[in-house]
C-alpha cells in the first residue's frame, strides 16, 4: 500500500502559530521532506524544529527547488523531487513536506502536487497560517471589513499594472522589485503598511511606503488599504 504526500504548512515564522496538525503529522510520520538543498537550512525545517525537537532525528529529504526563469530547468528539477518523494511514498511510507506559511497560497509543493496526483499518489494538503493574515495581525489591522474585496496578488509579476480594483491589497513577492512595487504605490491613494520576516526574530515593520527600503529583505509583504492618500 502507498503512502501519502501531506503538504504541510508550518506557519509564517514563530513556532507557536503552527498548527497542532501540522505538529501531530510531524511527529507521526518518520520521512520528512523539506525545500532546499539541505533540509536543516531550510526556514521551513528551523520552525518545525523549534516546536518538535525530535525532528532532526527523522529521515530528511531536501528537494531542490529552483528560483529561476528556466522553464525546463524548473520543470526537471520539480520532476525529480516529485520522484525522489514517490521511492518514499512506493515503500509505503507518508511523506511531510513542509512549507512556510499555508500549502495553499503560492506554494512550492503545489507544483509537485501536480505530478504525484498525475502518477496516482495520494496528496493531502494541510493549512497553516499565512504570513498575510499574520502580517495584519501584526499590524493590528483588518485585512477585509463588511463588504471589502481583498485581493493577493504576486507583485513581481506585476509591477507594470495599476491596482485598478476597488478593495484592500496583499503584495506577495514585492521583495525583488520592491522599488518599481513601491513607485507602482505612490500616488495610489491607499494607506500602506509592510512587514519584513514576519513573526520571525528578524521582523521588521514598516508603517508608510516611506519607510519601506527599497532592499527589503525576500520574506516582506506590503498590505495596501482604501484611505487617504499617502
Known amino acids: 500500500m502507498k503512502g501519502i504526500a501531506y503538504g504541510v504548512g508550518v506557519g509564517p515564522g514563530d513556532p507557536e502559530l503552527m498548527t ?11 520521512v520528512i521532506a523539506v525545500p532546499g538543498k539541505k533540509a536543516e537550512e531550510s526556514v521551513a525545517y528551523k520552525i518545525a524544529q523549534a516546536m518538535i525537537p525530535e525532528i532532526a532525528d527523522k ?9 529561476v526563469k528556466d522553464r525546463e530547468m524548473i520543470q526537471k528539477e520539480h520532476e525529480k523531487g516529485a520522484k525522489l518523494i ?3 511514498l512506493d515503500q509505503g511510507k507518508n511523506v511531510v513536506y513542509l512549507t512556510l506559511g499555508d500549502s495553499t497560497i503560492y506554494c512550492t509543493f503545489s507544483y509537485l502536487q501536480h505530478i504525484l496526483v498525475s502518477d496516482g499518489y495520494k496528496v493531502q494538503l494541510v493549512s497553516g497560517i499565512t504570513s498575510f493574515c499574520a502580517a495584519a495581525a501584526r499590524l493590528n489591522l483588518p485585512l477585509a471589513e463588511w463588504d471589502e474585496p481583498l485581493h493577493i496578488i504576486p507583485a513581481i509579476h506585476k509591477t507594470d499594472e495599476p491596482l485598478s480594483y476597488d478593495g484592500n491589497y496583499v503584495l506577495m513577492k514585492s521583495a525583488s522589485h520592491m522599488k518599481e512595487v513601491k513607485e507602482m504605490l505612490r500616488g495610489c491613494g491607499m494607506n500602506v ?13 514598516y508603517n508608510s511606503l516611506e519607510e519601506i527600503p527599497d532592499d527589503a529583505g525576500y520574506f516582506s509583504l506590503i498590505i495596501a ?3 487617504s492618500k499617502e
Not at 497542532?20 to 518518520?30: G, H, P, Y
Not at 529521515?59 to 528560483?67: A, E, G
Not at 503598511?193 to 515593520?205: F, G, I, P, W
Open 20 to 30: 497542532l496538525k501540522a505538529v501531530r503529522l510531524i511527529q507521526e510520520n518518520d
Open 86 to 88: 514517490e521511492s518514499y
Open 193 to 205: 503598511q509592510a512587514v519584513e520576516n514576519c513573526s520571525m526574530e528578524t521582523e521588521k515593520v
Open 225 to 227: 488599504k482604501e484611505g
Open 59 to 67: 529521515t530528511l529529504v531536501p528537494i531542490y527547488m529552483p528560483m
